[in-house]
């Protein structure tokens, strides 16, 4: 069995996990300062309610990512060091973007105060919408190729990264989140804001539906290999069943649709790159699944720690989407029970304490209303 190979595949179905699960989480996001609507007060228990869809499960989505970047470091640390390296900039962008993001939404309900909470929307959204878009850009250029040199070190700057077919592949990944973020909303709400993000699922399925469409034929013809065009239908197939299936009302069918085309896109990245792990435009100098790779030994010992460990990692995550089942509404919304912004500004600049906070975490934010 070459492991090499088997690794680059566990990569990137570790990358199907991250963005079929966190792609929601995005979208929600995203959907934040869109959905809401009705006066001040509704507007706010209809922005926990959003928060609450994804409350319990947004930091367990992430790990996904974490344990893509930590397999990528161990199965091919030539990969890591280069695309580490040469994506530096936008990679930053994107963790500085969750790191904000995460804070916001652990701190939103600490504070009872409305310019409080409206700067952590600013923050969930920013957080969001800005990894949206740079993941599409970065998995554009390893499909397109970039600028190495003999030695497999970037030799090209932050805006050779941004040619039209990279940012064409971010306006992709931006519309496919926010049409799975709306089909989640709708899967996981009741009232008004199921009814309300069920009508945007619709607008935003047309728009990934042209762009993801224009985007795969063209990285088709220009950088992939004929098997992947079966990743494009199914991807196809899996877009019109997500609208017509939201238009009928079977949130569950719709979401599922939806995952399957995020999980067709991957199969074309992944496709298109491989023999390679990152191309480069002067193909002799490409990293290739094996030149990138680390010894047999270090694979064989990765592989006997995933067959572990994996379907634990995979029992538990399903075990907590179980638990939070429930579909939420306004109704579920407690009252606000962080401390109000002066006793916190007491507590830190006046030397008194205020006692113990009664913030609930994200169920002040809101939270999960179960």
Same mark, same amino acid.
């Given at each position: 069995?070459?492991l090499a190979v088997v690794w680059f595949v566990l990569i990137a179905v570790l990358w199907t996990g991250y963005l079929v699960l966190e792609g929601f989480d995005f979208g929600v996001g995203m959907l934040l300062s869109i959905l809401p609507r009705g ?82 929307? !600013? ?5 969001? &919408? ?19 040199? /003999? ?51 619709? !607008? ?10 224009? &985007?795969?034929? &063209? ?11 079966? @990743?494009?239908?199914?991807? /196809? ?26 999980? @067709?896109? !991957? ?38 720690? /995933? !067959? ?63």
């Amino acid at each position: 069995m070459d492991l090499a190979v088997v690794w680059f595949v566990l990569i990137a179905v570790l990358w199907t996990g991250y963005l079929v699960l966190e792609g929601f989480d995005f979208g929600v996001g995203m959907l934040l300062s869109i959905l809401p609507r009705g006066d001040k007060e509704h507007r706010e228990k209809e922005r926990r309610v959003l928060i609450n869809t994804i409350g319990p499960v947004w930091d367990g989505n992430e790990v996904w990512l974490l344990t893509a970047g930590g397999a990528t470091f161990a199965a091919f640390p030539e990969w890591y060091a280069t695309l580490f390296s040469g994506f530096y900039l936008p990679l930053l962008l994107i963790l500085v973007a969750l790191i904000v993001r995460g804070v916001a939404f652990e701190y939103r309900g600490k504070i009872r105060d409305e310019g409080w909470a409206r700067r952590c929307d !600013v923050a969930i959204q920013v957080g969001s &919408w800005v990894p949206a878009v740079l993941w599409g850009v970065a998995f554009a250029n390893l499909v397109r190729g970039v600028q190495l040199d /003999a030695d497999h070190q970037f030799v090209g700057g932050f805006f050779s990264l941004l040619s039209p077919f990279a940012l064409l592949g971010g306006l992709v990944t931006l519309s496919l989140f926010l049409l799975h973020g709306s089909v989640f909303v709708a899967l996981k709400t009741d009232g008004e804001i199921r009814a309300r993000a069920r009508q945007h699922a619709s !607008v935003f399925g047309v728009a990934a539906l042209v762009l993801a469409g224009g &985007w795969a034929v &063209w990285a088709q013809v220009a950088y992939s290999v004929p098997w992947t065009w079966a @990743a494009v239908v199914l991807a /196809a197939a899996g877009l019109v069943t997500t609208l017509l299936a939201n238009r009928k009302g079977s949130e569950g069918r719709a979401f599922t649709a939806s995952a399957l085309t995020i999980v @067709a896109a !991957v199969v074309l990245i992944f496709g298109s790159m491989y023999p390679d792990v990152m191309p480069a435009v002067d193909p002799a100098n490409s990293l290739t699944v094996h030149n990138a790779s680390s010894t047999d030994y270090t694979l064989t010992v990765m592989t006997w720690v /995933a !067959v572990i460990l994996t379907p634990l990692v995979i029992a538990y995550q399903s075990w907590t989407y179980w638990v939070f089942r429930r579909r939420l509404s306004t109704k579920d919304i407690p009252a606000p029970a962080g401390l109000s912004l002066k006793k916190v500004r007491e507590a830190a600049f006046g030397g008194a304490s205020s006692g113990g906070s009664t913030g609930r975490g994200l169920t002040d934010g809101g939270g999960t209303g179960s």
